[in-house]
């Protein structure tokens, strides 16, 4: 039987990060692609990408990327989850799956960009 | 058997139940009882407008309102009432605006109106005898005005609390001496039998379309509060004026508002005709239904309708040279129906129609407070109180102008509101009698028991024909004579229904079968008012008795129901401002 | 010509589960309604087999079914619309209890649309004409004021199905009726309703509502509207 239950929180800004990331995405994945696969003028020698490595403007642009992507992938994919009706307990598994994974592919990253 | 006790029971929760149940004051109960949920009444198929001298478009006057309301009843209709209804017109439509509903509006942001049958002006606005014509006076919300209309109302008796039963089916009044002390209803999701014990009772049960094989009107359109009364001793009053409305979709019946001629849509024959300049020179398409859905007869009986492939015939609708903006703005419902339902391109071609069962301007008598009333010095019957299409108040005489419908059930149906909401006041309970659900239970018993070999789709389809071939637009003494034997012999046969469903859950077999009850109850008392009224007037046309006679029959018919031929009553018309004239467009 | 109707029954009376019966029925022509077949069933051949119907042109909203698969209304599905050269199967509404035959229990439905509060709130003393309104402000709200509340949509939305406490596209279609109406001064509240994870969060534009619905109103579009509004209020 329906019950409002009343708020308990607002999905809006969720929403909003949802889209703004996927805006950020757009630009950061085709940057990434043309200059990574698609443009040899870019250089994709294994001493042309170490150098962009040290470059502090993609080393930013690199932690955007994985952050947003991260972000963007796993919410999405919470959302996909949430279109199941699941006991508590699966769901909290799962949420807690994300969660982490979020945390150590973050920390895993944010660690190779940093290292060089 | 449960039984409940409410101040108030309204029966009906379309336009003039709804509206009604907001009059009702805090402190006092009020139960809607509807055989629908409120929102699938039939108040939502309405589609033109609502008529109200409001003058956004261009100048118009309430008067001006009334006399085309009392010369469309072919004066017919009581001034007294009709003039209560054209003054309450603004304040009822400004109501509406401020409960929410959506129109459609002017460029200044007021509602919009259109043109609509029989609604006009003088052509020069000093000089109220100079030449009439249309005038813009339905306010609407694009076509679908009644859809929008019984939404807003719902919404505000959500807004109220109004306590509704919703799929209760209404299968009698409780009488207790001679006032009314409450319903009897079937709970269809479980057919419990329930009694409702209440001060006031209001029937806003809507019409009977369904007598008749081609009608605009939904399946539930079965007449039931006619028959409550009939059955009950009171009277029905101008039962043989039964409006047929030209522009039904062919075959189908399903309406095509006059709004498509509002907007500039013309009817042609089959020699491409615009024939309605013959029958109403001055206003042409825009004349009253009756005399369009004549002249559409006319047409084909003299050879110039279509013939379709299974051998009926119809006349066209042409609305391919509107601008496509109006079309899709303005009508965007019907045109859908003709592509939907007969595979037409309005913006193309024309539309095949012909005329269709519509709406029931007799009814149940009541004064302007919506009270009913028994005999023809209008005495009324303590606690029983009806408002709409159920009613005859009369404001429609003997033809209804469109638009006046949707307006009739907003302000008759407050009108009774504020009466029932005075008379709880101070009224007692009437005793509620021991045997109140007694006829019910067996009616429903006889049903579920009987092995006979009738069945009600079978029986209900040869009333609606023979009601359609007797009683339709053209009427005679002949076809009404074999007819009123017909409905006897209904009747008798009626006794021999046998259902398959024997369940208590939604039996809708069950309720199929009490309906047809009701209409073949309903029946009578329009072939016995044609067959009595010997003269033509609006809708009623007698092929015998071709003119309008105002010395003997300038007045309204109450019919009672009796073992043997019903009894017949007459009743005076109020006539006030305007005396009868040759009614000409 | 002949065709066949696949109907699932059920009998709470009488069966533990629903069933499918075939009924061979005579058409017309291809414009034969899919209601007056079941009329036909009903009237001719079995008096039990239970549906809602009234107007029979599509504008109360008492036939929603699911035929062939797609959520819509018996009386504005013609032969031509559907495959008829096979059975045509004909279910009630998904996701929700069947009553009986083609009837559901539409309760819970309902509860969900009053939770918008669907109906004007303007407390602000009205004026002795109407409330002026521009038609460009009044069109706005005469799509959404289309719906007929037949629930086609709201039972053939995935995210209905998988959680019942979602308000479910026909409520959020009457919130956006109410919110987006310039007469009305409640906005807030209505938001309030919608703005939580079983409101208008819950949508993740699947547009099967769209698809069933048979007034053709773009029910995502609006809900899209009202998420915006939400986000807005949000900022």
């Known amino acids: 039987m329906y019950n409002h239950t009343g708020s308990r929180g607002s999905g809006a800004p969720g929403w909003i990060l949802q889209r703004i990331t996927g805006v950020l995405l757009f630009v950061v994945v085709l940057t990434h692609f043309f200059v990574m696969h698609a443009n040899p003028a870019s250089g994709h020698t294994y001493a042309a990408v170490l150098a962009r490595m040290h470059d502090p403007f993609w080393k930013m642009f690199d932690l955007t990327f994985i952050t947003v992507g991260l972000w963007h992938g796993l919410n999405g994919t919470w959302g996909v989850f949430r279109d199941y009706k699941m006991k508590p307990a699966v769901s909290l598994t799962i949420y807690g799956v994300i969660i982490l994974s979020g945390i150590a592919f973050w920390v895993l990253g944010v660690n190779t960009i940093l290292s060089f | 058997m449960i039984k409940h006790q409410y101040d108030v029971v309204i029966v009906g929760a379309g336009g003039a139940g709804l509206r009604a149940a907001l009059e009702i004051p805090e402190g006092f109960s009020c139960a ?27 100048e118009d006057s309430w008067e001006w309102h009334m006399f085309d309301t009392v010369k469309g009843s072919d004066y017919l209709g009581d001034q007294d009432a009709i003039e209560i209804m054209a003054k309450d017109a603004v304040r009822a439509i400004i109501e509406l605006e401020h409960m929410g509903m959506p129109f459609s509006r002017t460029p200044e942001g007021k509602i919009a109106q259109r043109r609509f049958g029989g609604h006009t002006r003088p052509e020069n606005p000093d000089d109220p005898d100079s030449k009439r014509v249309a005038v813009k006076r339905s306010c609407y919300s694009a076509d679908r005005t009644g859809h929008i209309m019984l939404h807003t109302l719902y919404e505000n008796c959500i807004k109220q609390k109004v306590h509704f039963f919703s799929e209760y089916f209404v299968t009698d009044l409780v009488m207790s001496g001679k006032s009314c002390a409450g319903v009897v209803a079937m709970d269809i999701a479980t057919s419990e039998i329930h009694v409702f014990h209440a001060k006031a009772v209001m029937l806003a049960t809507g019409g009977y379309g369904r007598v008749f094989r081609i009608t605009s009107n939904a399946h539930v359109g079965t007449g039931d509060g006619f028959s409550f009364v009939y059955n009950n001793g009171l009277p029905l009053q101008d039962m043989e004026f039964v409006q047929f409305h030209p522009t039904g979709l062919w075959k189908l019946g399903i309406l095509i508002s006059e709004a498509a001629r509002g907007e500039g849509g013309i009817l042609l024959n089959n020699k491409g ?15 009253p239904r009756d005399m369009v859905s004549r002249a559409i007869i006319t047409e084909i009986r003299e050879g110039r309708g279509f013939k379709g492939s299974d051998g009926t015939s119809y006349v066209q609708l042409d609305v391919s040279h509107l601008p496509k903006e109006v079309l899709n703005d303005k009508l965007p419902e019907i045109t859908g129906f003709a592509r939907t339902y007969l595979g037409v391109e309005p913006t193309k071609e024309p539309i095949p129609i012909q005329p269709t069962a519509h709406y029931a301007m007799g009814g149940i008598p009541t004064t302007v407070d919506a009270e009913v009333t028994r005999d023809k010095k209008r005495t009324t019957v303590t606690g029983l109180y009806a408002a709409g299409e159920a009613a005859c ?3 429609h005489g003997s033809n209804r102008l469109g638009t006046n419908s949707l307006l009739d059930l907003i302000v008759f149906g407050r009108r009774g509101g504020k009466a029932i909401a005075k008379f709880i006041k101070d009224a007692e309970f009437a005793p509620l009698p021991e045997d109140a659900a007694e006829r019910t239970i067996a009616r429903i018993d006889t049903l579920m028991n009987s092995k006979g070999k009738e069945k009600v789709g079978a029986l209900r389809t040869e009333l609606q024909e023979k009601m359609m071939e007797k009683v339709g637009i053209f009427r005679n003494e002949k076809d009404l ?6 409905i006897k012999s209904l009747r008798e046969r009626y006794k021999e229904v046998s259902i398959d469903d024997k369940g208590k859950v939604f039996n809708t077999d069950l309720m199929e079968a009490l309906e047809l009850g009701n209409l073949i109850e309903t029946a009578e008392p329009i ?32 019919i009672y129901k009796t073992d043997g031929k019903p009894k017949i009553d007459f009743k005076p018309v109020s006539i006030t401002r305007f005396q009868p004239k040759e009614r000409k467009y | ?26 058409a017309g022509d291809e414009k034969e309604r899919i209601l007056d077949l079941l009329l036909q069933v009903k009237w001719k051949y079995d008096g039990t087999l239970t549906f809602r119907r009234s107007c029979a042109h599509g504008v109360c909203g008492s036939d929603g079914m699911r035929i062939n698969g797609k959520n819509r209304l018996a009386c504005s599905t013609l032969l031509r619309d559907v495959n008829y050269k096979k059975p045509i199967v004909i279910e009630p509404l998904p996701s929700i209890p069947i009553v009986k035959d083609l009837i559901v229990d539409m309760s819970d439905f309902y509860k969900k649309y009053e939770a918008v509060k669907p109906y004007l709130i303007n407390n602000s003393p009205p004026p002795e004409h109407e409330r002026y309104q521009s038609n460009e402000d009044a069109e706005k709200l005469f799509e959404s004021a289309k719906c007929i509340l037949c629930g086609c949509c709201t039972t053939s939305c995935p995210s209905s199905w998988s959680d019942e406490n979602y308000i479910g596209p026909a409520a959020l279609l009457k919130a956006y009726r109410f919110v987006f109406d310039t007469r009305d001064e409640a906005a807030d509240e209505r938001l309030d309703v919608v703005d939580t994870p079983d409101g208008a969060w819950r949508c993740h534009t699947i547009f099967n509502c769209v698809e069933a619905c048979p007034k053709e ?7 899209s509207k009202l998420k915006k509004r939400l986000a807005e209020r949000e900022m």
Request: no cysteine; net charge neutral; proline share 4%.
């Open chain 3, 217 to 223: 109103i773009n029910i995502t579009w609006h809900i």
């Open chain 2, 481 to 486: 004579t074999e007819m009123t034997a017909e």
């Open chain 3, 1 to 26: 010509m002949k065709v066949t109707l696949r109907i699932q029954r059920y009998n709470p009376e009488r069966d533990s589960e629903p069933y499918y019966q075939e009924f061979i029925v005579e």
């Open chain 2, 527 to 558: 072939i016995h008012g044609a067959l009595v009224r010997q003269e033509s007037r609006g809708a009623h046309s007698r092929e015998d008795f071709p003119n309008r006679d105002d010395k003997k029959w300038l007045k309204h018919t109450l």
């Open chain 2, 32 to 58: 809607v009882l509807s055989k629908v949920f409120p929102t699938r009444s039939h108040t939502g198929a309405a589609q033109g407008g609502i008529g109200a001298s409001l003058g956004n478009e261009e």
């Open chain 2, 393 to 395: 108040v009369s404001v």
């Open chain 2, 273 to 287: 005709e615009r024939f309605m300049e013959r029958y109403a020179p001055t206003v042409k398409d825009l004349a």
